[in-house]
């Protein structure tokens, strides 16, 4: 997964924005050094905000804390899917519980080709961009009118994929350009991941280290679009966790080696870091969305990287003149400029401590650290070096915990035929891509047979007349599996198969990923068949058994016999709002569902799924190169609570 990057970013958002504050005309430009606001060279450390994970009453705190935490820019994605779920039919309004991903209509588009040379696909990337790029204009947001976008974004790593396209992709990637610049919007336009970004289109790095990146075009600044803080969970794995000192380490040596731009992904994964309702940041990945990040999921200081980082922002932007006009000498240790001088002393050796002499004085540069000297005598930074913070006392935040009391009812009271939606019936004579729904076989023959099920994922429950006989999911490196199950049919009459597929979040990532079939492929190894229904939902979410003022839906709930165990119940509880801002519902003791809090979809849970027992840590060593497998916690415990 590293090698391709946070991606599921890639598909969703066309344009993305950086923000600061300010009230008048500003003229962005940019030289190799790195962006100019009224002609002013200045450093930019920017966090990843995404504003549909999040409820609007979050946003203030949050770039409130991001300015806090030293940070002087916001950026964010445009996310097509949520803004256009339906054709035509646009929304800008509130946050959406959408499948994240292009919207599916594009892909039912007669002849279309997603993200290629494809005059159905660019008319509508072309429509739905300049949609966006009118709004932002009409409301005066960019900053030549006084706005706050100082950087606009058109497509997302597509140099990763660029090679599955042949021709094709480099003509895409020129259209591209050509269609940012159309806009005349006067800010610098970025593409990330895009080693042969036409010009004047800005390449960026994405990557947990960027130092020794270098911008195709000597006349491009060198900047960071996603440095990534820490990495995604997957629904039964353990917790990655990315050390203060390391994401010090590699910001640090960004600088040190010419950097101006850089951004956090995510400083705070879209505003709470919850994938809300039916979304999901890929396949298999959890609905929390935390990443590790200096604003943990629920919006609270990350410690103690919070505070390393931030002494580290101030610090550099302390240097900021020093730092995008000055000279460099001896590969960017020293930096002079009107008189004054800044060093950084670097050291990637990661078992090694170096002692460095510096204008006649000798320093112990850590293994694996940064040392900044921002007169070149007194170091008073040094990216190792973590100061601890005491974390307050959360429990005194909390009320005593209470028994809730449950009510409950089935969500297929006689078979599974009455149990699922009926307003959403398809038939086919063929497997279909089920992107979202169930479908059922009927066959007709006498003996015990064993069902065998080929698919692509994610979760399958099998009924045979109406009786569950078993259930299987994959792991998130091998979401494609066969089931098999043996099973008995009646002699002589009609027996019906009903094969429940469910997915946990949709392919994000690869080229053509919008052509990888989801769910039940097939075979299905089983004779006589009589065609298949596909069907989407259940019952009680049409019928808003979640509406909790309908008095009309409080029939068929029982408070007696509580099932435990058992698939496809309802389960509904009132409770007390605890004390405290940033209350959080713990869902230990659930299988898997869906959980809903006053009517709002607040996304799946999975604690019945605990990570393997091996592969954990109970220290952390911060030296050397970061990724995804290092630093394990969580072993033997549910991957989100
Ligand atoms: C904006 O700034 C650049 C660089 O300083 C300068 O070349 C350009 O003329 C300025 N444009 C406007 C409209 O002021
Ligand atoms: C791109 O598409 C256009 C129109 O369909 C076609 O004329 C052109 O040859 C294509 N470019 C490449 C590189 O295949
Ligand atoms: C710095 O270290 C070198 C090598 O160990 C030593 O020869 C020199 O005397 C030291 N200089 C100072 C000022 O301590
Ligand atoms: C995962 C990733 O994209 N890593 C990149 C980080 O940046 C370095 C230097 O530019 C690249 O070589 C890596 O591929």
């Given at each position: 997964m590293a090698t391709f990057g946070p991606c599921f970013a890639a598909v969703l958002s066309v344009v993305s924005f950086l923000l600061v504050a300010s009230a008048v005309p500003l003229n962005v430009s940019y030289d190799e050094r790195g962006i100019k606001l009224n002609g002013q060279s200045r450093i930019i450390i920017s966090g990843s905000i995404h504003y549909p994970r999040s409820t609007p009453e979050m946003w203030g705190d949050l770039i409130k804390k991001a300015k806090e935490g030293g940070l002087n820019a916001i950026e964010t994605y445009v996310f097509w899917n949520a803004h256009e779920p339906l054709y035509r039919q646009y929304d800008f309004e509130g946050n959406k519980d959408l499948v994240r991903g292009f919207p599916v209509w594009l892909h039912n588009l007669p002849g279309v080709e997603l993200r290629t040379n494809n005059t159905v696909y660019q008319n509508e990337m072309k429509t739905f961009v300049t949609l966006v790029v009118d709004m932002m204009q009409k409301h005066g947001l960019f900053a030549i009118q006084g706005g706050p976008i100082i950087v606009a974004q058109i497509e997302n790593e597509y140099g990763n994929v660029e090679w599955a396209y042949g021709n094709n992709g480099k003509s895409y990637i020129n259209w591209c350009a050509q269609l940012a610049e159309s806009y005349g919007i006067q800010v610098p336009w970025i593409m990330c991941q895009q080693s042969d970004a036409p010009s004047p289109m800005i390449n960026t790095c994405n990557g947990w280290y960027c130092d020794q990146f270098s911008p195709n075009n000597p006349k491009s600044p060198k900047w960071w679009a996603e440095n990534w803080s820490g990495w995604f969970k997957d629904w039964g794995m353990k917790d990655p966790h990315r050390t203060a000192e390391d994401l010090a380490f590699a910001v640090a040596r960004f600088f040190q080696y010419g950097g101006s731009l850089q951004n956090y992904y995510m400083l705070f994964y879209s505003l709470g870091g919850t994938n809300f309702d039916r979304t999901a940041g890929g396949p298999y990945i959890t609905t929390s969305y935390d990443y590790d990040a200096p604003l943990d999921e629920y919006g609270n200081l990350n410690k103690?990287?919070?505070?390393?980082?931030?002494?580290?922002?101030?610090?550099?932007?302390?240097?900021?003149?020093?730092?995008?006009?000055?000279?460099?000498?001896?590969?960017?240790?020293?930096?002079?400029?009107?008189?004054?001088?800044?060093?950084?002393?670097?050291?990637?050796?990661?078992?090694?401590?170096?002692?460095?002499?510096?204008?006649?004085?000798?320093?112990?540069?850590?293994?694996?650290?940064?040392?900044?000297?921002?007169?070149?005598?007194?170091?008073?930074?040094?990216?190792?070096?973590?100061?601890?913070?005491?974390?307050?006392?959360?429990?005194?935040?909390?009320?005593?915990?209470?028994?809730?009391?449950?009510?409950?009812?089935?969500?297929?009271?006689?078979?599974?035929?009455?149990?699922?939606?009926?307003?959403?019936?398809?038939?086919?004579?063929?497997?279909?891509?089920?992107?979202?729904?169930?479908?059922?076989?009927?066959?007709?023959?006498?003996?015990?047979?064993?069902?065998?099920?080929?698919?692509?994922?994610?979760?399958?429950?099998?009924?045979?007349?109406?009786?569950?006989?078993?259930?299987?999911?994959?792991?998130?490196?091998?979401?494609?599996?066969?089931?098999?199950?043996?099973?008995?049919?009646?002699?002589?009459?009609?027996?019906?198969?009903?094969?429940?597929?469910?997915?946990?979040?949709?392919?994000?990532?690869?080229?053509?990923?919008?052509?990888?079939?989801?769910?039940?492929?097939?075979?299905?190894?089983?004779?006589?068949?009589?065609?298949?229904?596909?069907?989407?939902?259940?019952?009680?979410?049409?019928?808003?058994?979640?509406?909790?003022?309908?008095?009309?839906?409080?029939?068929?709930?029982?408070?007696?016999?509580?099932?435990?165990?058992?698939?496809?119940?309802?389960?509904?509880?009132?409770?007390?709002?605890?004390?405290?801002?940033?209350?959080?519902?713990?869902?230990?003791?659930?299988?898997?569902?869906?959980?809903?809090?006053?009517?709002?979809?607040?996304?799946?849970?999975?604690?019945?799924?605990?990570?393997?027992?091996?592969?954990?840590?109970?220290?952390?060593?911060?030296?050397?190169?970061?990724?995804?497998?290092?630093?394990?916690?969580?072993?033997?415990?549910?991957?989100?609570?």
């Open positions: 103690p990287k919070w505070g390393h980082l931030k002494r580290l922002h101030e610090l550099i932007m302390s240097m900021e003149e020093i730092l995008t006009r000055g000279v460099k000498r001896d590969v960017g240790t020293v930096y002079m400029y009107e008189g004054k001088q800044s060093c950084f002393l670097g050291n990637a050796n990661q078992n090694q401590d170096f002692t460095v002499n510096l204008m006649g004085s000798n320093y112990t540069v850590l293994a694996w650290s940064v040392s900044i000297l921002p007169n070149c005598y007194t170091e008073v930074y040094n990216t190792a070096k973590t100061v601890m913070v005491k974390l307050p006392n959360e429990a005194d935040d909390q009320m005593e915990p209470y028994e809730l009391k449950w009510d409950w009812r089935p969500e297929q009271p006689e078979s599974l035929h009455q149990g699922i939606a009926k307003g959403s019936v398809m038939t086919a004579n063929e497997l279909l891509d089920q992107k979202t729904c169930r479908f059922e076989q009927e066959c007709l023959t006498g003996k015990a047979i064993t069902l065998q099920v080929h698919t692509n994922g994610h979760i399958i429950h099998a009924f045979v007349n109406g009786k569950h006989v078993g259930s299987q999911w994959g792991t998130g490196d091998h979401l494609e599996f066969i089931m098999e199950k043996d099973i008995k049919l009646k002699h002589g009459k009609t027996n019906s198969i009903s094969l429940l597929s469910v997915t946990v979040g949709l392919q994000y990532c690869e080229a053509n990923f919008d052509t990888v079939n989801v769910g039940i492929h097939g075979p299905v190894k089983l004779i006589g068949n009589k065609g298949q229904s596909d069907e989407v939902g259940l019952n009680g979410m049409e019928e808003k058994v979640l509406q909790l003022d309908n008095a009309h839906h409080q029939h068929g709930w029982k408070s007696y016999n509580l099932p435990s165990n058992r698939l496809f119940e309802w389960y509904k509880t009132t409770f007390k709002a605890p004390m405290g801002s940033d209350p959080v519902v713990d869902l230990q003791g659930l299988g898997k569902g869906t959980a809903w809090v006053n009517g709002h979809n607040i996304g799946r849970f999975w604690p019945s799924y605990v990570a393997s027992e091996d592969g954990c840590t109970t220290t952390c060593d911060y030296r050397g190169a970061y990724n995804s497998d290092k630093c394990l916690t969580n072993c033997r415990k549910p991957s989100q609570r």
